[in-house]
């Protein structure tokens, strides 16, 4: 990239930033299309690439180029530890629709219904990737592609598809909603085509996701003990769900 600053300024607002050496490494890995990447110091970043991801070393050695650290923190919102960040084109909504709606299903689409925690959300995509799920779904406003929740699932938006709809577009499939006074999910299988659906850190299910659910499920819980984290549920769940055989190999 003959200038990477004016290549950056005139893509940024249409592309997804990836902040981070992690959130590179993991978009390169899944097939994201990176046009511009910029670091501080190219030799620190490919000996990361030497450590922790060999594999993608060689694009990252193609894609990196260095500029001050000056011109680095001008670009990003705030610098990240290892002064890597560079911009993907964000995928398709068509295809990651066609996706979603694809049946048999392999493994369970999470849906976040209105939830409001930025970083929840990335750590509930990077968890879904790394459990194999089909996708994560939020309903409500928060943008799911925001920077902030990008950044909280280190890149590994590109290992699922990721949307935002309405209950009433949700894929097929039957709903576990997780809710306090469901059935102990101990007692449950869930299946891999299921939608597993986690209502607000605020108030919880909304009605509409409520109505759609065609089971209520609740994880255990000490008594007096009144919530778990968002992210820590979804854990659990997915964890749960991969007990019956549908972890990745």
């Given at each position: 990239?003959?200038?990477p600053v004016r290549a950056w300024r005139q893509l940024a607002d249409d592309s997804v930033l990836?902040?981070?050496?992690?959130?590179?490494k993991h978009a390169v890995r899944f097939g994201a299309r990176v046009p511009v990447a910029v670091t501080t110091d190219r030799r620190a970043a490919l000996e990361l690439a030497d450590e922790l991801a060999p594999d993608v070393r060689a694009v990252l050695d193609e894609l990196l180029t260095e500029v001050p650290e000056a011109t680095y923190a001008a670009l990003v919102p705030r610098?990240?530890?290892?002064s890597v960040a560079a911009l993907a084109v964000r995928p398709s909504r068509a295809a990651h629709l066609e996706a979603l709606a694809r049946t048999p299903r392999t493994a369970p689409v999470v849906?976040?219904?209105n939830p409001r925690n930025l970083g929840n959300a990335g750590a509930v995509i990077r968890l879904a990737a790394g459990f194999g799920a089909t996708g994560v779904v939020t309903t409500g406003t928060l943008?799911?592609?925001?920077?902030?929740v990008v950044r909280g699932g280190a890149g590994l938006h590109f290992a699922t598809a990721v949307e935002r709809l309405t209950v009433d577009e949700l894929p097929t499939g039957p709903v576990f909603a997780l809710d306090p006074e469901g059935e102990d999910i101990r007692g449950s299988k869930l299946p891999d085509d299921a939608l597993l659906a986690f209502g607000s850190e605020r108030s919880g299910l909304s009605a509409e996701l409520r109505a759609r659910a065609d089971h209520l499920v609740s994880l255990?819980?000490?008594?007096?003990?009144?919530?778990y984290n968002l992210a820590t549920s979804v854990a659990?769940?997915?964890f749960h769900w991969s007990t019956g055989g549908g972890a990745p190999v």
């Open positions: 990239m003959n200038d990836l902040d981070g050496f992690h959130a590179l610098p990240h530890p290892t849906v976040l219904d943008d799911p592609w925001h920077p902030t255990p819980m000490r008594p007096q003990v009144s919530s659990m769940t997915l």
